[in-house]
């Protein structure tokens, strides 16, 4: 889900309404990773919203959620893959090689051990 807090939520829905909808629909469908779930989520919560809130952002109860272009399309020539290895990852550079994960069995750490009498 989302890790705002609630003070920056309450700051995203008073500037960028939308993105305050897309977040709490993310929320909702456990992640940004299924859009469709989080755009129809968000179109949920736009179209119970009284008339006075809901015009700022009322044109987006006309996306199309599962064949919109705001979906990450993969056969797209501008698709980004993301290899971001998982927080708890270790990366090593290898010469001729480039970057590459370290298995998890490797207990590795990239910092340097200083001695304490520094």
Not at 4 to 28: C, S
Not at 64 to 71: H, I, N, T, Y
Not at 89 to 111: I, K, Y
Request: proline share 7%; aromatic share 12%.
């Amino acid at each position: 889900g989302t890790k705002e807090p609630e003070v920056a939520l309450r700051y995203i829905f008073k500037f960028n309404p939308l993105q305050g909808h897309l977040a709490d629909g993310a929320e909702r469908c456990g992640g940004w990773s299924d859009w469709c779930c989080v755009c129809h989520a968000a179109q949920w919560r736009i179209a119970c919203l009284p008339e006075t809130e809901k015009s700022a952002v009322d044109w987006f109860l006309t996306e199309d959620c599962c064949e919109s272009k705001m979906k990450k399309d993969t056969s797209s020539p501008g698709y980004v893959a993301d290899a971001t290895p998982l927080r708890s990852s270790v990366v090593m550079w290898r010469p001729r090689v480039g970057w590459v994960e370290l298995p998890r069995r490797v207990n590795a750490t990239d910092s340097y051990h200083w001695p304490g009498d520094l």
